[in-house]
């Protein structure tokens, strides 16, 4: 089984189910990737910052190479590092990249953070994480959205990237991207979870015909594994009685009822699970529907609670304050 797909404003049909690769492990990161394709996923969401574009390009690799899939078949995404704002660093690490996954082409590519930081070169430390050359201090740069967002327009120009899109952007710098947009963002991808629904930047983005994608589709659950503390002091969505009871009702895991809320309503999904099980049904999450009253009920769990937030890992940048 594969995911259903939904068209993109650039034309290319992104899967509607993709695999996540933040916090894959780099030793196990390229089998990870390659029993994932077995199972039938297409669409896999990487980024510089998490360090694994190595191992991931050498699972699709092996996987191309046994005839499984052609790259065709694939929908590779990474996204631009904050560290790379400046106009003339973002070609350069994008083919980077590209190199480092073994591919020509990405099929959608993101600007990670609206956060443009001082350059560290690759040699110095890669991935670079928030602080500067120095390890030790953020540093803001003097690259304008506008600045980045033109320079990842001649990605599409040289065929480096198929889409473009951004991440974790509040819907005023979407209005601004969208101002002098020559390309326009395919793609937005924000936190999006019961305890933060952001509904009216996922209706604003889908009526300018910008895809939403949900990372932490399942809420804390990720972010306990950081020692998150708010992460911690909060109810998990997987055993919420609201969650448990639809998905006895349906037959189907509390995790299928998450990712459910959010592709029936129109918004991508990227779960990642080392067990084949859970795998195979993150995948089936659009062969049931929930009911209106269901859905309603799910998104009544909004707390605007937000756990991927600079701050939270000592970044003194309130992007969201």
């Known amino acids: 089984m594969t995911s259903p797909t939904v068209k993109l ?13 933040w916090k894959v492990n780099n030793d196990t990161c390229a089998d990870t990737v390659y029993n994932a394709i077995k199972t039938g996923y297409r669409l896999f969401d990487g980024a ?11 699972g699709v690799a092996r996987a191309i190479k046994e005839g499984l899939v052609k790259r065709s ?38 600007v990670h953070f609206p956060i443009g930081l001082e350059y560290v070169d690759p040699s110095v430390r890669y991935p670079p994480g928030w602080q500067a050359a120095d390890g030790k201090t953020v540093k803001p740069s003097k690259a304008t959205i506008q600045e980045t967002w033109t320079a990842m327009e001649k990605l599409v120009d040289a065929g480096l990237a198929k ?4 991440s974790n952007m509040a819907a005023v710098l979407l209005l601004d991207v ?15 979870h019961p305890y ?3 509904e009216s930047l996922v209706n604003f983005a889908q009526s300018e015909g910008i895809a939403v994608t949900a990372y932490s589709s399942f809420g804390p659950q990720s972010f306990i594994e950081l020692d998150m503390q708010s992460a911690k002091d909060t109810p998990l969505l997987l055993q919420h009685d609201s969650i448990t009871s639809i998905a006895k009702k349906h037959s189907v895991t509390p995790a299928q009822v998450l990712l459910r809320w959010a592709t029936q309503r129109g918004v ?11 795998l195979q049904q993150n995948l089936e999450v659009t062969g049931f529907d929930l009911t209106a009253e269901e859905l309603k009920s799910i998104s009544a769990l909004n707390k605007n609670l937000r756990f991927n937030d600079p701050p939270a890992y000592g970044v003194p940048i309130p992007i969201f304050g």
């Open 9 to 21: 404003n650039s034309g290319h049909q992104m899967p509607l189910v993709g695999f996540g690769l």
């Open 163 to 166: 889409s473009i899109g951004v």
């Open 268 to 278: 991508a999904v990227i779960p990642k699970s080392n067990h084949q099980g859970r």
């Open 48 to 58: 510089c910052d998490y360090g694994n574009e190595k191992e991931a390009g050498q």
């Open 196 to 198: 933060l629904t952001q």
């Open 73 to 110: 078949d694939l929908f590779i995404v990474s996204k631009l590092w904050n560290s790379f704002h400046d106009h003339d660093r973002v070609g350069p690490i994008a083919k980077k990249q590209l190199e480092d996954w073994g591919l020509d082409y990405f099929d959608l590519y993101i």
């Open 178 to 192: 969208l101002r002098y947009a020559r390309v326009r963002p395919a793609t937005l991808q924000i936190e999006h």
